[in-house]
């Protein structure tokens, strides 16, 4: 289940998605008490959707998990600090924002008005192009679901 290979691999990950979360986190003038929360939030999110990944899930479904994972952390977070929950989550999600895939699909694209249409050109920028969607998709649905979970004033049933 855990080889050391696997467990390197999650390290690996986890310690470069820490990297664009904090910078992010620099962008958003997040304060600097704050900075290691968000690259140990970008850390947490980025290698729960590693690992879940690794055991077979889509990286839409693990992006929707680990967004959601984030948002929690996220929230427990902010009662312990007094804080709002957006200066730790906003800038850990920014490492699962797909753009390798924003990117191929606008390659596709570009090369669609460039060349001409081809069945395949179009079928690459419709999965990458659907995958990026989907990504964005589950991030915004995980950032959102503590709110809708924690802080609804009306029962849910």
């Known amino acids: 289940m855990f080889s050391v290979t696997f467990l390197l691999a ?35 999110g980025h290698g ?4 879940l990944m690794h055991w077979g899930v ?7 998990g680990a967004a959601t994972l984030v948002g929690m952390i996220g929230v427990h977070w902010s009662h312990r600090f007094l804080a709002h ?5 906003v800038a850990a999600m920014i490492p699962m924002v797909p753009g390798v895939f924003a990117f ?21 920028l419709m999965d990458n192009m659907l995958k990026a969607v989907f990504i964005i998709a589950s ?14 004033r009306r029962p849910v049933v």
């Open 85 to 89: 929950p957006k200066v730790f989550t």
């Open 139 to 152: 991030l915004a649905i995980g950032l959102a679901m503590p709110g809708l979970l924690f802080y609804r």
């Open 10 to 44: 999650l390290l690996h990950d986890m310690f470069f998605a820490m990297i664009p979360a904090i910078g992010f986190a620099l962008v958003f003038n997040v304060p600097p008490k704050a900075l290691k929360y968000c690259a140990i939030g970008g850390a947490l």
């Open 58 to 64: 889509s990286i839409e479904w693990a992006t929707l």
């Open 104 to 124: 191929k699909a606008m390659i596709a694209l570009v090369e669609i008005n460039h060349s001409g249409f081809t069945p395949e050109l179009w079928a690459m």
């Open 48 to 51: 729960f959707r590693f690992a």
